[in-house]
């Protein structure tokens, strides 16, 4: 009536996975290398304003770097999405 827990250690029934069944994914990982950039270039733009006179107007400043980074999201989304639909078509 009743099924076996298959999260008991010892139990016959539990599931177990070769190594081989598991997909790991290789190469670099893009999304880190952007955000790696991203954290580059705004530690230079503070280096940059903190050991030089130049004076930044954050009123114009800010809304760029908001635009800026939306517009890297939505590349990084589409090419997932597009990505995404490849692998689809592979399998």
């Known amino acids: 009536m009743f099924e076996e827990d298959s999260t008991v250690p010892g ?3 539990a599931h177990t996975r070769d190594a081989e069944d598991v997909i790991r994914p290789t190469g ?3 999304v880190t290398v952007t955000f790696g950039l991203i954290c580059l270039s ?8 903190q050991l ?8 114009v400043a800010i809304p760029g770097f908001v635009i800026a980074a939306g517009v890297v999201l939505m590349v990084l989304g589409a090419l997932a999405l ?3 639909r490849a692998d689809a078509e592979e399998r």
Do not use: P, Q
């Open 11 to 13: 139990n016959s029934n």
């Open 28 to 30: 670099i990982s893009w």
């Open 42 to 49: 705004v530690s230079g733009l503070v280096l940059t304003l």
């Open 52 to 59: 030089s006179d130049l004076r930044l107007d954050w009123s």
């Open 82 to 84: 597009l990505k995404g």
